[in-house]
């Protein structure tokens, strides 16, 4: 059997067991990237050399429009659906990627975003602040209603996400799906500071929060419009995600620990959450470095 009509058989299965967004995934992976390049050759033919080496030529030249290669986060997707569709050992081997340093605001930037959201409150600001405040994901924030917060206990419920899948088989269609993972359903304590404006604001239980309306928003209009909100400002461009990013960092410099963040920004694990945020900034470090003269003054 050719493995091309091996991965739209295996297709089958995956659209019953997996998650919407994880299927979407896979069928972008087999028809964009496995299917033209290795899809016409026998499944009893397929061994490690040759994955091997369809494996490091999309890192070069694996990108649909022919511009060059694609990202090694995308790769082991890929290498993922090789694993779970061949019935034998696979053993691939990446070259060394050095971690990159995750991006964050610097504070003076922050405040001066904080400072604006906050002279000029309205439902989209409020959940920039959101976002500040929690470290919830875009896809997150947009789903929200305010029956997802408890106004008594000030703990906010994370229960979905909000994505925009496309396959050519089915388009573009928007769904509202079960979060990236189990860890990912959680619960975050809401500060007094937000809470003001979280009772200020408050709608009917089925309206969403960015919008104060039973009309969603979606993530690609949300961060354009705090897009625009940086571009007014002057301030350097960040990503949406770097609201999240420096959320943790700012956790850890106040000293919270490493456990506690992981449930907060709903890691599977502390090492996740480890790897990602061990390197603190250069006022953590001195800081360390300044207690340690202090210990041998003493």
């Given at each position: 059997?050719?493995?091309e009509?091996?991965?739209?058989?295996?297709?089958?299965?995956?659209?019953?067991?997996?998650?919407?967004?994880?299927?979407?995934?896979?069928?972008?992976?087999?028809?964009?990237?496995?299917?033209?390049?290795?899809?016409?050759?026998?499944?009893?033919?397929?061994?490690?050399?040759?994955?091997?080496?369809?494996?490091?030529?999309?890192l070069?030249?694996?990108?649909?429009?022919?511009?060059?290669?694609?990202a090694?986060?995308?790769?082991?997707?890929?290498?993922?659906?090789?694993?779970?569709?061949?019935?034998?050992?696979?053993?691939?081997?990446?070259?060394?990627?050095?971690?990159?340093?995750?991006?964050?605001?610097?504070?003076?930037d922050?405040?001066?975003?904080?400072?604006?959201?906050?002279?000029?409150?309205?439902?989209?600001?409020f959940?920039?602040?959101?976002?500040?405040?929690?470290?919830?994901?875009?896809?997150?924030?947009?789903?929200?209603?305010?029956?997802?917060?408890?106004?008594?206990?000030?703990?906010?419920?994370?229960?979905?996400?909000?994505?925009?899948?496309?396959?050519?088989?089915?388009?573009?269609?928007?769904?509202?799906?079960?979060?990236?993972?189990?860890?990912?359903?959680r619960?975050?304590?809401?500060?007094?500071?937000?809470?003001?404006?979280?009772?200020?604001?408050?709608?009917?239980?089925?309206?969403?929060?960015?919008?104060?309306?039973?009309?969603?928003?979606?993530?690609?209009?949300?961060?354009?419009?705090?897009?625009?909100?940086?571009k007014d400002?002057?301030l350097?461009?960040?990503?949406?995600?770097?609201?999240?990013h420096?959320?943790?960092?700012?956790?850890?410099?106040?000293?919270c620990?490493?456990?506690?963040?992981?449930?907060?920004?709903?890691?599977?694990?502390?090492?996740?959450?480890?790897?990602?945020?061990?390197?603190?900034?250069?006022?953590?470090?001195?800081?360390?470095?300044e207690?340690?003269?202090?210990?041998?003054?003493?």
């Amino acid at each position: 059997m050719l493995y091309e009509h091996h991965l739209k058989n295996w297709l089958v299965d995956q659209k019953i067991y997996k998650k919407e967004s994880t299927y979407t995934v896979y069928y972008n992976i087999v028809y964009n990237q496995i299917v033209p390049n290795i899809g016409n050759i026998e499944v009893e033919r397929l061994n490690n050399d040759i994955l091997q080496e369809f494996v490091l030529d999309q890192l070069d030249h694996g990108r649909v429009d022919g511009k060059g290669g694609i990202a090694q986060s995308y790769v082991k997707d890929i290498i993922t659906v090789l694993k779970l569709s061949l019935d034998q050992k696979i053993e691939i081997q990446l070259p060394y990627c050095p971690p990159t340093e995750v991006e964050i605001y610097d504070k003076s930037d922050q405040i001066t975003l904080i400072n604006y959201l906050q002279s000029e409150i309205n439902n989209k600001h409020f959940g920039i602040l959101l976002a500040i405040h929690t470290g919830i994901r875009i896809g997150e924030l947009c789903a929200l209603k305010w029956s997802d917060i408890n106004f008594d206990t000030q703990i906010l419920h994370i229960d979905k996400t909000m994505v925009r899948l496309y396959t050519k088989e089915e388009g573009s269609r928007l769904r509202i799906t079960p979060p990236k993972s189990r860890a990912s359903t959680r619960s975050i304590p809401l500060n007094k500071w937000i809470m003001q404006y979280a009772v200020l604001l408050k709608g009917e239980p089925d309206e969403y929060i960015l919008t104060g309306r039973t009309q969603h928003i979606e993530p690609n209009k949300y961060r354009t419009f705090y897009n625009n909100i940086l571009k007014d400002l002057e301030l350097p461009h960040h990503k949406f995600h770097s609201l999240r990013h420096t959320f943790a960092t700012r956790c850890i410099e106040c000293g919270c620990d490493y456990k506690s963040l992981s449930q907060l920004l709903g890691h599977s694990n502390v090492a996740i959450t480890m790897s990602m945020y061990v390197h603190p900034q250069i006022e953590l470090k001195r800081k360390c470095v300044e207690l340690l003269a202090d210990y041998y003054q003493h």
